[in-house]
């Protein structure tokens, strides 16, 4: 299933590094999101738009994981030639990733 099924996204910038914050729907699904969303799947997932480390950040009181891409933004809002030099698009792109849940 797609993340986008349990989960929503937000994301914000400062200069080549983005940040997306992965958030519950449902608190009781943050175990799983936690177990499957990894910084390496998160990297992977991304492939050559992120050129940086991915670090995550466990936020557990409130069932959200924060990642944050370092050079993911082609150079940042005043050098990239990207069409969303912002970055704001990577958060729906996360939710494409695929994990394995019961539909249930």
Known sequence: MKLRELAHSRTGNRGDTSNISLIAFDAGDYPLLRDQVTAARVKAHFGDIVAGEVIRYELETIGALDFVLHRALGGGV?????????GKSLSSALLDLEIEADKD
Not at 78 to 86: E, I, N, Q, V
């Open 78 to 86: 005043t050098r990239s030639l990207a069409l969303d030099a912002h």
